[in-house]
């Protein structure tokens, strides 16, 4: 008893003595214990993982609020034009070892955790992500946060707070499971509530259009039903100064209960409401590229953008500005055609609300909001049947379709013909009628961008094409960029390390700073260096994908990585059919120019999309076959690490030696991980698609393994009647290859299972796997022999690092700040 006095007084001794919240370990340790004790009511000697998890998340997350609070009061006093970044979704990922690097505390917190025989990195791996987006597009929106925050430019993103993200991937037998993501389960330290955030949000029923006593048109929306939204802010941080809120809303009843019927003693009828509306944000839905066209989508869409709307005018009123200058001191940006029924929202808003005419309001909506667009898949591109919106949000149907007839008024005026008209069209009558959301998004917006160079041009060329005639200035580029504070800095901290040594931290803030390492990349002592840091980081993953799927890798093998959502046309069925030709050939005993090889595959697939679930079986059948065959698994391993996301992300592009772009050349609008796996070091073997052109650009050709046809040889394949058939019949180990899918050998003599992925191949193959084949086996066999000669090898990772400084997202968002946003970013400075 006597004892646990004195550690409780010594305890109380060190919470107790240091208010301050600072950087230093001592003052990190302080506030650590005394987060633990008061918010979690727990010593550390009885604490568990999540308990040290989430003291010190608070710990940091005050010195997080301490630098918004700070960019918030300069930005007001600037009365600065900030941009809302509207987007349906986000992957922040693992906030505690972000925020600790932009805070510099890294070293301190470690230390301090150590005096308390406590090791950093298993707190780390405590942290569940948010898993908020379905894959780039929503990891971008994430890397853009931070790079906005870092330089300063005043921002905030608007979202949805899903109960439940993207669904956790299980493997079992060899197919994808889908569980439920619980990622609010244990608690959520790093958001704050803002109950008094909060706005009302209307569904269904009428309009009433009436002119009033003054000869003024009047409409009101009389809904059938309507619940509230409510702001959670999580701050995000910039390095070394600034930071900026992810708001996101949650839905909720406006009343908890519905008091007249609780009042006639339908307890259960009464809760129901509060359910229903709850629903609204539960779920994140995982189709990325593809439309699921569901009711509860329009509305999750609708309900985030009219909640940040509404918090935009706020804002803009609060401040003591006029809502007539909206569009001066605010842009919109639109993450995709998600949240564009914006556009229809700010003008009801604005006419309905706030009694402004129509051309007014139009003319700061069309000021107001920038899109980007991410695809040019034709089954991605966003359309809403007529019945559905009008059922949904009737008024919004209304001022899509006076919008629309202005702007075809303006067409008929400048003499465009009936066909033109009908295709630049808001609204397609060619099926069932419904809302072109592309087109509603280019029309209401001053600006439209694409993600690369490459989409942007053929988004010029095709999607938009009428549009980028009539309005040529309207259309942009902004290429994309990653985060590499968090893509090298966090997740690979040795060569980080080794980087700093040799050129400063400068990198940090202006990664163009890599260029210094090009004078280094023959140098040979370097050179080893480079390398050991790679073997580690693939020692680390061969430890972590044998704890996930019991399969080993030797460290020493060439990492040949494909990851990122399992689709049909960024081809990981290509990667197998190579794959294939190589156990053929060893079983063949022909094992010349084959170095051995670990083959790391990770994604997930919409849980609705045969093919590409397919495609996983396939993968884990191919891996049972070859990592079980005493020929040949030393020579080859074949790895499906489940549950693809950031958090494994930050484990998997360290390690990686070859980097896999292989979709067809024009259908990735950009790609990121291309970005980040070049950042780490990784070779790419890739197609002339998205920004793997730029890629190659900056890093050289002869660091480039290319690959495939262009996307004009795609397209003329495809206008001369592409015959796959053609390949099988003239090329005989492609021929042996794809019949091993039909064989049964892959599938217990099964040997229906993979027939819908062979008959597609063989009858239409719509991604061009077959043309392209023979040029991808090929330029594999050159990488081998590369990877046969360490010091070239290494060499050409050197200088993929040394030319990636242009992939930066730092840079993107400049980019986005001078062509489209014309914003100063408002640096802070300690
Ligand atoms: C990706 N798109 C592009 N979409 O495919 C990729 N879609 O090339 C690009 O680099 C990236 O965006 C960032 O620009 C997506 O990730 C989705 O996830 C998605 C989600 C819902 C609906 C449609």
């Known amino acids: 008893k006597r004892e646990n006095k004195k550690l409780e007084k010594h305890f109380l001794s060190q919470i107790e003595n240091t208010e301050k919240i600072g950087f230093s370990k001592e003052e990190i340790k302080a506030s650590f214990l005394k987060k633990l004790f008061y918010n979690l009511g727990r010593v550390p000697q ?63 917190t470690r230390e301090a955790l150590k005096e308390l025989d406590l090791d950093l990195d298993e707190i780390l791996r405590e942290e569940v992500e948010p898993g908020l987006g379905n894959g780039g597009l929503g990891r ?10 870092t330089l300063g430019v005043p921002a905030i993103g608007y979202g949805i707070r899903y109960e439940f993200g993207i669904f956790n991937q299980n493997i079992k037998n060899g197919w994808q499971s889908e569980e439920t993501d619980l990622w609010l389960h244990y608690g959520n330290p790093w958001e704050v509530v803002r109950p008094e955030i909060a706005y009302e949000i209307k569904f269904g029923g009428r309009t009433e259009h009436w ?42 009843a406006i009343e908890s209960f519905d008091f007249s019927v609780y009042n006639v ?72 055609t998600h949240p564009s029924i914006a556009v229809a929202e700010l003008m009801r ?123 040529p200035e309207k259309f942009t580029n902004v290429t994309n960029g990653v985060d590499h504070r968090r893509f090298l800095g966090v997740s690979n901290p040795r060569l980080s390390e080794l980087i700093s040594k040799k050129i400063g931290k400068h990198w940090l803030t202006d990664l163009m700073q890599l260029h210094q390492l090009e004078k280094f990349s023959d140098d040979k002592t370097f050179q080893k260096k480079w390398m050991e840091i790679k073997l580690q980081n693939k020692k680390e993953l061969a430890a972590h994908m044998e704890e996930r799927t019991g399969i080993s890798v030797d460290p020493k093998m060439l990492f040949d990585v494909h990851v990122k959502r399992i689709h049909e046309y960024k081809r990981q069925h290509l990667k197998v059919l190579h794959i294939l030709s190589l156990y053929k050939r060893l079983k063949n005993g022909d094992d010349k120019n084959i170095v051995p090889t670990a083959f790391i595959f990770g994604g ?27 020929q040949v698994k030393d020579r080859l391993k074949v790895v499906f690490l489940p549950n693809f996301n950031v958090k494994q992300a930050q484990v998997v592009y360290p390690a990686a030696d070859l980097s896999e772009q292989i979709s067809l050349a024009g259908k990735e609008a950009s790609g990121t991980g291309n970005m980040k796996f070049a950042l780490n070091g990784a070779l790419t073997v890739g197609t002339l698609d998205g920004a793997n052109v730029e890629i190659r650009e900056e890093v050289g050709d002869e660091n480039f393994f290319l690959f495939g046809q262009s996307t004009e040889e795609v397209q003329k394949t495809r206008a001369e009647g592409y015959r796959p058939y053609k390949y099988y019949e003239q090329n005989e180990e492609l021929r042996e290859v794809l019949d091993l899918l039909i064989s049964g050998e892959l599938s217990d003599g099964d040997k229906e299972l993979f027939r819908p992925l062979y008959n597609n191949l063989l009858q239409q193959d719509p991604y061009q796997l077959l043309k392209d084949y023979q040029s991808y086996i090929d330029k594999q066999e050159e990488i081998h022999k590369v990877w046969s000669k360490p010091g070239e090898w290494a060499k050409k990772s050197i200088l993929n690092v040394a030319n990636i400084g242009k992939f930066s997202s730092d840079r993107s968002i400049k980019d986005y700040c001078t062509t489209i946003w014309k914003i100063d970013p408002v640096r802070v400075e300690d």
Not at 233 to 243: A, F, R
């Open 211 to 252: 002119v009033d006593e003054n000869d003024k048109y009047q409409v009101e929306w009389i809904p059938d039903s309507e619940l509230k939204g409510t702001a959670y802010d999580t701050p995000i941080l910039g390095y070394q100064s600034n930071g900026i809120i992810m708001r996101l809303w949650k839905a909720e």
């Open 604 to 630: 997930k697939a919409a849980p609705g999309y045969f093919m590409a679930k397919l495609i996983i079986k396939l993968i884990n059948s191919v891996g049972d076959l070859v990592n079980n065959d005493e």
């Open 265 to 336: 003693g339908d307890y259960y009828k009464a809760v129901e409401k509060k359910m229903r509306s709850e629903n609204l944000t539960k779920v994140l839905y995982p189709n990325d590229e593809n439309l699921s066209g569901k009711e509860l989508r329009l509305k999750q869409q609708y309900f985030f953008v009219s909640c940040s709307l509404q918090d935009i005018i706020r804002l803009q009123l609060m401040q003591g500005r006029k809502l007539e200058d909206l569009h001066k001191k605010f842009t919109i940006q639109l993450n995709d």
């Open 140 to 149: 971008l929106a994430s890397c853009y946060m931070d790079s906005m925050a």
């Open 46 to 108: 009885v604490a568990t993982e999540n308990d040290l998890y989430k003291a010190l998340a608070l710990t940091v997350r005050d010195r997080a609020f301490r630098q918004f609070v700070r960019s918030t009061a300069e930005f007001a006093q600037k009365d600065a034009r900030a941009v809302a970044y509207l987007s349906a979704e986000y992957l922040p990922g693992p906030h505690l070892g972000k925020n600790l690097l932009n805070l510099e505390i890294t070293d301190e």
């Open 349 to 471: 808003l604005l006419v309905d609300e706030h009694q402004m005419e129509w051309v007014d309001a139009w003319n700061i909506t069309k000021n107001t909001f920038a899109y980007t667009n991410h695809t040019l898949l034709p089954e991605a591109l966003e359309r809403w049947s007529v019945g559905l919106l009008g059922r949904l949000l009737p008024r919004h149907l209304e001022i899509i379709y006076e919008i629309n007839n202005r702007f075809l008024n303006e067409l008929k005026e400048r003499n465009y013909n009936g066909e033109q008209m009908a295709r630049m069209s808001l609204i397609d009558e060619s099926g069932e009628t419904s809302v072109r959301m592309a087109h509603l998004a280019t029309v209401g917006s001053y600006k439209v961008n694409g993600v690369s160079a490459l989409h942007s041009g053929l988004l010029k060329k095709q999607v938009l094409n009428d549009f980028a005639d009539l309005w």
